[in-house]
């Protein structure tokens, strides 16, 4: 039997506050690396339902979505993990930071940082993601697009009989 090929979903959020960037400094198998507040899509969840989960998880902030930067895919072979080759396909959303919560962050989560543009590009040989610059660029030149462009069926939040919010 041939093995299926398919990528890792990912979101991440693009927020702007005054001309510095949110990001999220992570100890990764490889370092510490940068990154926006970003993570995997989980089974029964909609891609929108996801930024705002992952947003929170790594940087105890809500996170309103309001429109799509846009979609990248990237490829990563990891020396750490043995070789594995992973595809990453990335929805990156621009939104509004919300409340702060008193919680701890997810595990790895070191802190969260407020970046310029300049300063993300001076350290791209720290980033989790080769595409956390070139996100924060296409936001930075305007580029968005309706959440409504997303369409998520109900079949996809029944999982294992359960119904997903």
């Known amino acids: 039997m ?7 979903v990912t979101v991440a959020a693009i927020i702007e506050r005054e001309g510095r960037f ?3 400094e992570e ?10 507040p970003a993570g995997h899509l989980d089974e029964g969840e909609a891609l929108t339902h996801a930024v705002i989960r992952e947003t929170l998880e790594e940087s105890a902030h809500d996170f309103e ?3 799509l930067v846009g979609m990248y895919m ?3 072979v990891s020396s750490m993990r043995g070789g594995i080759d992973t595809t990453y396909l990335r929805f990156a959303f621009a939104g509004k930071l919300g409340a702060q919560h008193d919680r701890p962050l997810d595990a790895g989560i070191l802190r969260t940082l407020w970046m310029t543009r300049d300063e993300i590009a001076a350290c791209c040989e720290r980033h989790r993601s080769p595409l956390a610059l070139r996100c ?6 305007g580029q968005r697009a309706p959440l409504s462009l997303l369409y998520t069926d109900a079949s996809v939040h029944v999982a294992n ?3 997903h919010g």
């Open 161 to 163: 009989g359960a119904l």
């Open 136 to 141: 924060v660029d296409d936001y930075l030149s």
């Open 74 to 76: 990237s490829r990563n």
């Open 2 to 8: 041939t093995e299926v090929w398919k990528p890792s």
């Open 22 to 24: 949110l990001m999220i």
């Open 27 to 36: 100890q990764a198998g490889d370092g510490v690396r940068l990154n926006q």
């Open 65 to 67: 979505p309001t429109a």
